[in-house]
């Protein structure tokens, strides 16, 4: 069963959230920023275009205009594959691990598994952002060494950065997964 | 506990038979790896699970039964395969079956012994077999070295699969009694190419062992380590890079074979590195010589250093005069400057001298370059280094000069004020002068103080100048570091077969249906091209910069000589 709620990330663009339960120990929760716009994309090709036309105007060069092409297509397809982040899903399977996937808009997808047995815990931070605090949601991992240790802090949903409303969501639905592991009679 | 049953994709369309593989207790998962078909003895089928668990230290099992009904759900059959359960006793049993060409399988589990009998959640794991097999996982950096008990789950699986080979030598098209279905079961894969050449291989190894150690009979012979011969190799870089790629064919031509993954990498990588090496240098060549091209080389080569003393001397000629408007002292600046122009005059005069034979010299140099492209580049450097040795010699002259000015500058600056440097303790302590000592001492001291700006500039000048052919060296040395320690075969490896290098998995969730256990498929998240080139570098024999910014800023200020680009093995001076 799937739903999708919306709500705004912490610079107020909206994002939407979908949760998918998959079993009774699987649940996948998918955060979806702001899509390309087309509005963004024409001025920011008009201002270099203009700038280059400029500067053939000046120079009468035209190696300036097939430069401001090239460099508008090598642009756009960097920032489509390496830079605009479409939407990023987390995979909690019980057993197993936790999955946490970054999907570019050029369909690039960026996957890290992190093993059940390696995470401490699922918890909710703040972090002093420019001139904002804002909220994020982390994975932290358990140290081997020490039981009580945390030997590393994976943030989450890092390119939308969701309100507290939607992390507190999604931090329940892991919790709720979490937890199982808990009750479950460990064998080590 | 949840149960985890990690099943081969390709057994998907196997014949209904009994399910073998490794349970794994400590995460409750069940790792499949074959399927034995009906009809079998018993007895022969736990003989040979036997054998393999003998030989390749896997504990394999017989973990339950598979049913593939291409029509309705035969009653008696599944009777069957319970019965099964008990003859070769495993806890818990596990039964799988698939219904004609449903996706949606049904699994259930048989605990005749466990203490609380509810009913556990069952989660099904397709994966790739062969992939996972010929698959190499590749731990975080910071946690290589940890306990084996420790290890992660995954890499349990990966292991499991990998050292199942001679599991999977035998299918079920074989005469045996045991008929098998796995990833082999499409076809015995091999490739005719491959084995005729690690037929040929073996041969072709002695042969180049033999070769190899011929020539480092020859490179470690007596003759060879007289003093002006051993201080011009180890002087020359092309020598050092002769001497590395030595090392490396050495490497490859070896009998061992490479015990682990990482041995083997290496070998690849170096093989692969040489191979390109040498064709990019026989390219080159092939450049170089058509066209006479070396021939034109040569001609301006002589032109070249002509024009480069044309310009030292202008040079000379401006600091002799009033250099950016400053005052020099008239007399050191003319002995100064005088000393210089006759260097340079000598330095011409010995390549006009040479410049007969630089044709052929360099004709046959150039047919070093089938070596490599690496030995190309040293040589080319090396060139650079002996053009420019006046260059050299004018740095190390203004810079010993400069040197011995600013100890006695610092020296008696000390005397001035009263106090002297203690080699003893190493320190400054005062010290009571006479009176004479002290006049001169000043006397001296004024001297030195006022034909300071004239050495500091000639040491600034040629100071500069022999930064200027540093930093050139540097970047051709660069490259060929470049060139030697690049990876080669693993990023083509990732490329091209990316399953083969694993920085973890990752799982696709697949169609769910209530009521059957959650499908999930596994798949290989590669390393990434970085942490593929950072994994396999190769090591290389330089290490540079030796110093660093402050105290190299430092040793200039004072007048040390400085050799920015120190190679490992040399003594420290």
């Known amino acids: 069963m799937a739903e999708e709620r919306r709500f705004r990330s912490a610079s107020g663009a909206p994002i939407a959230l979908r949760r998918r339960q998959h079993s009774a120990s699987c649940r996948e929760l998918a955060v979806r920023g702001p899509r390309l716009q087309l509005r963004s994309l024409s001025a920011a090709t008009s201002a270099v275009w203009l700038a280059a036309y400029g500067l053939f105007a000046l120079s009468e060069n035209s190696m300036v205009l097939s430069a401001a092409i090239f460099v508008t297509l090598i642009g756009l397809i960097i920032y489509l594959h390496f830079v605009k982040i479409d939407q990023e899903s987390l995979l909690v399977i019980g057993s197993l691990g936790i999955q946490v996937t970054s999907s570019y808009a050029s369909g690039k997808e960026s996957t890290t598994f992190i093993e059940m047995g390696q995470v401490k815990d699922v918890v909710i931070n703040e972090a002093i952002h420019m001139q904002k605090v804002i909220y994020y949601l982390c994975i932290l991992l358990q140290d081997p060494e020490d039981p009580q240790g945390v030997s590393e802090v994976v943030p989450l949903f890092q390119s939308s950065k969701p309100r507290l409303d939607c992390l507190i969501e999604v931090y329940r639905s892991c919790q709720e997964i979490l937890e199982q592991r808990k009750t479950a009679p460990q064998s080590s | 506990m949840v149960l985890k049953v990690f099943f081969p994709s390709c057994c998907s369309s196997a014949d209904s038979g009994i399910l073998i593989g490794r349970w794994i207790s400590e995460q409750n998962s069940a790792v499949i790896l074959a399927v034995v078909h009906f009809p079998f003895i018993p007895v022969q089928v736990k003989q040979y699970l036997g054998e393999v668990q003998r030989v390749t230290k896997v504990s394999v099992s017989v973990l339950g039964s598979w049913s593939n009904s291409k029509q309705e759900k035969e009653e008696s059959l599944s009777e069957f395969l319970e019965d099964l359960g008990t003859i070769f006793c495993h806890e818990p049993w596990i039964q799988i079956s698939k219904e004609g060409d449903s996706k949606f399988w049904s699994c259930s589990t048989l605990q005749k012994h466990s203490k609380d009998p509810q009913e556990e959640e069952i989660v099904l794991v397709y994966y790739d077999q062969r992939k996972v097999m010929l698959s190499h996982l590749h731990p975080p950096l910071d946690t290589a070295g940890q306990r084996a008990e420790d290890a992660s789950k995954l890499s349990a699986i990966f292991d499991t699969v990998a050292r199942s080979r001679l599991l999977f030598m035998t299918d079920r098209y074989d005469e045996g009694p045991i008929k098998l279905t796995h990833w082999q079961s499409d076809g015995v894969e091999a490739s005719i190419i491959v084995e005729l050449m690690k037929q040929a291989s073996v041969p072709a190894c002695m042969l ?167 030995v190309a580049l040293c040589i080319l450097s090396d060139i650079i280094a002996l053009l420019t040795f006046h260059i050299y010699c004018f740095y190390v002259y203004g810079a010993r000069l400069y040197c011995l000015k600013i100890y006695g500058l610092s020296s008696l600056w000390r005397l001035f004020r009263g106090k002297k440097w203690n080699v003893l303790r190493q320190r400054v302590d005062s010290c009571s002068y006479d009176l004479d000592q002290l006049f001169i001492g000043t006397l001296l001291f004024t001297i030195l103080l006022f034909l300071l700006p004239t050495t500091a500039l000639y040491y600034l000048v040629f100071t500069l100048l022999r930064l200027l052919v540093v930093i050139v060296q540097g970047l051709i040395h660069l490259l060929v570091d470049l060139i030697d320690s690049l990876p080669l075969y693993s990023l083509i490896l990732r490329l091209c077969r990316s399953y083969r290098l694993a920085a973890g998995v990752k799982f696709r969730v697949l169609e769910q249906q209530d009521g059957k256990p959650l499908r999930l498929l596994m798949q290989i998240n590669p390393l990434s091209y970085g942490g593929v080139v950072q994994t396999y570098r190769l090591p290389t024999y330089s290490c540079y910069p030796r110093d660093s910014w402050a105290s190299l800023c430092k040793k200039l200020f004072l007048g040390e000589l400085i050799y920015p680009w120190k190679h490992k093995g040399e003594k420290q001076n």
């Not at chain 2, 026989?282 to 044309?310: F, Q």
């Not at chain 2, 122009?341 to 330095?347: A, G, P």
């Open chain 2, 208 to 374: 180049l062992t033999f070769l190899l150690s011929l020539l480092s009979g020859v490179c470690r012979s007596r003759v060879l380590k007289f003093w002006p011969l051993s201080f011009l190799w180890s002087k020359l870089s092309t020598c050092e890079q002769l001497g590395h790629r030595l090392q490396h064919l050495q490497v490859i031509s070896s009998n061992k074979k490479a015990q682990n993954q990482n041995q083997l990498m290496r070998k690849a990588n170096i093989f692969v590195s040489v191979l390109i090496d040498v064709a990019l240098g026989i390219l080159l060549m092939s450049w170089l010589y058509r066209k006479n091209r070396i021939g034109h080389l040569a001609d301006t080569l002589i032109p070249v250093a002509d024009h480069v003393a044309e310009e030292l001397q202008d040079l000379l000629q401006w600091l002799m005069g009033a250099p950016a408007g400053l005052k020099m002292n008239r007399a050191l600046d003319q002995v100064l400057g005088r000393f210089f122009l006759y260097h340079i005059h000598l330095w011409i005069s010995y390549i006009h001298l040479l410049s007969p034979f630089i044709e052929m010299i360099l004709w046959y140099v150039g047919l070093s370059a089938c070596l490599g492209l690496t």
